[in-house]
């Protein structure tokens, strides 16, 4: 079982930046972020390959967003800037045994318990 702790979420102003960590328990996983807003289904934000070699973003995420990790510490980060209003939404951070592609798809082994994001107009 893989522990995946995220923090670093708040209530921001449109404009402004978060980082969000992910801490996780164990290495060797894919990893990467999804978001759920309130009546919204579960949309995919970005991954990172085990090694950090292939990197994939959703189509919100593209050009605001930066995902990047630290093997060392087994923490991977979520740079958003330019936050919008539609950006608020609850953050799960996810790993996968087999691969970036399959978080891109969707499909993960292990989620945290999210951390939310609110952005105020």
């Known amino acids: 079982q893989v522990q995946l702790v995220e923090s670093g979420g708040g209530l921001v102003q449109a404009g402004d930046s978060l980082r969000l960590s992910c801490a996780a328990s164990?290495?060797?996983?894919?990893m990467g972020w999804f978001r759920q807003a309130p009546g919204k289904e579960r949309e995919f934000v970005a991954s990172?390959?085990?090694?950090?070699?292939?990197?994939r973003y959703g189509d919100s995420a593209k050009g605001r967003f930066t995902i990047s990790g630290d093997n060392a510490k087994n923490t991977i980060y979520l740079q958003m800037n330019s936050l919008k209003p539609d950006d608020t939404a609850d953050y799960y951070c996810?790993?996968?045994?087999?691969?970036?592609?399959?978080?891109?798809?969707?499909?993960?082994?292990?989620r945290g318990q999210g951390t939310q994001v609110t952005v105020s107009s």
């Open positions: 996810a790993a996968s045994k087999g691969g970036s592609g399959r978080l891109q798809a969707g499909e993960c082994d292990y």
């Open positions: 164990d290495t060797g996983y894919a």
């Open positions: 990172i390959s085990r090694l950090g070699r292939t990197i």
